[in-house]
Structure formats: structure tokens, C-alpha cells
T-cell receptor, first 112, second 116 residues
Framework: AQSVTQLGSHVSVSEGALVLLRCNYSSSVPPYLFWYVQYPNQGLQLLLKYTTGATLVKGINGFEAEFKKSETSFHLTKPSAHMSDAAEYFCAVSPRDDKIIFGKGTRLHILP | DTGVSQNPRHKITKRGQNVTFRCDPISEHNRLYWYRQTLGQGPEFLTYFQNEAQLEKSRLLSDRFSAERPKGSFSTLEIQRTEQGDSAMYLC??????????????FGPGTRLTVT
């Protein structure tokens, strides 16, 4: 069975500091991996995805993630946090490009 | 491309009543998904369609839940005899054919259901 574990339900970083949101997955087949962001009272927006090929994936709003098969991880980073990055972030895995299995989410707080 | 739309955005109903939600996917997307999200949790898969065919249903989808996509365009999700435990955000997503590569799913704003 596939599953996703996000470490830390809440993460606080100062504006301008590095953002690091951790995600580990389990999958019996080579997975497709995603990060989604959810702003209050809005649907989920796709930040980036890994399917095949290059393991460092760049997404929107300056975010990127690196697929590390040996560590079964797909951590999300951004070099410099902005106040507008405050939101809930979901890591997700899809074993066959049909249903997506989401983690429980990490709420990112940006401190001024 | 106007994105995925869902109606209504909010629904308050009394326990035991039936409710129906509608989802209009992005027009060229042939796959449509329903998820449920409760407070503090990530979305949980309910069911998905490829064109008109319902290809998978989660065990979360009890007999009180039914979803349709009659013409391969919009979809409806009906909950019969609602219970307080059905209170959640119901999310719809769509994606194009995989012939175009793995694009990920595009989500609508959701329908928030409150059962009193």
C-alpha cells in the first residue's frame, strides 16, 4: 500500500529564511510524487510534480523538491520565504496516475 | 480554460436529508475525481471516472454515496440520509488523458457540507 508521511504539522520560518518541508513516502511501485498548496478557503493548487527523469524538480513560486529513492523522500524547499507562502502544503503519491494519496499536511507560518 | 468549478460552495443540511453536489471539470479533461477532506487531514480519495466510466470506488464510499458522470462531462455526487460524520469539504479534481504525460490533478474550490 502507498502512504505519505509529512514530518511536522506546523512549521514556522522567518521571512527570508529557508523553507524546508519534509515528506517521506512508501510505494510498492515507482511512484509519481506531488506537492500541492492550499490557501484558506481555496482548493488545492499543484506546486510541482515528479514523474520520471531529473530528480530535482522545480515548481511555481520558487519552490523545488528532490526525489531521493534511497531515502524514499521528496522534501520541498524554497531558498527565501515570503509572507505570501503562508499556507497548508500537502505531499502526495500516486502509484499509477489515478487516485492520489495525500499526507496530512504541513501548515507553514511565516514570521515577520 | 476556466478551471474546475463546484456548486454549491457551501451546503448546510439536517441529518437524514439528501444532498447533491455538482462538479464541472476543465473541458478537455477526461478524468474526474472526488475527494473528501476533513479538518486537519489531507484529502481522501472517494472515486474517479474516465469519461463516463466509474473506474474505482474507495471503501470510504458507503452505499449512501453515489456518483455519476452521465455524458463524460460534469459529475454529481449524491449523499443520501446524511449523517453528522459526512460533514467535510468535498473536492473535485480533473486531469487530462495520460497520453499527454502525467499532468497531475487540478482541483476545484470544494463544497463544504455541514450536517446539523
Amino acid at each position: 500500500a502507498q502512504s505519505v508521511t509529512q514530518l511536522g504539522s506546523h512549521v514556522s520560518v522567518s521571512e527570508g529564511a529557508l523553507v524546508l518541508l519534509r515528506c517521506n513516502y512508501s510505494s510498492s511501485v515507482p511512484p509519481y510524487l506531488f506537492w500541492y498548496v492550499q490557501y484558506p478557503n481555496q482548493g488545492l493548487q499543484l506546486l510541482l510534480k515528479y514523474t520520471t527523469g531529473a530528480t530535482l524538480v522545480k515548481g511555481i513560486n520558487g519552490f523545488e523538491a528532490e526525489f531521493k529513492k534511497s531515502e524514499t523522500s521528496f522534501h520541498l524547499t524554497k531558498p527565501s520565504a515570503h509572507m505570501s507562502d503562508a499556507a497548508e502544503y500537502f505531499c502526495a503519491v500516486s502509484p499509477r496516475d489515478d487516485k492520489i494519496i495525500f499526507g496530512k499536511g504541513t501548515r507553514l507560518h511565516i514570521l515577520p | 480554460d476556466t478551471g474546475v468549478s463546484q456548486n454549491p460552495r457551501h451546503k448546510i443540511t439536517k441529518r437524514g436529508q439528501n444532498v447533491t453536489f455538482r462538479c464541472d471539470p476543465i473541458s478537455e479533461h477526461n478524468r474526474l475525481y472526488w475527494y473528501r477532506q476533513t479538518l486537519g487531514q489531507g484529502p481522501e480519495f472517494l472515486t474517479y471516472f474516465q469519461n463516463e466510466a466509474q473506474l474505482e470506488k474507495s471503501r470510504l464510499l458507503s452505499d449512501r454515496f453515489s456518483a455519476e458522470r452521465p455524458k463524460g462531462s460534469f459529475s454529481t455526487l449524491e449523499i443520501q440520509r446524511t449523517e453528522q460524520g459526512d460533514s467535510a469539504m468535498y473536492l473535485c479534481a480533473s486531469s487530462p488523458s495520460t497520453a499527454q504525460g502525467i499532468m497531475g490533478q487540478y482541483f476545484g474550490p470544494g463544497t463544504r457540507l455541514t450536517v446539523t
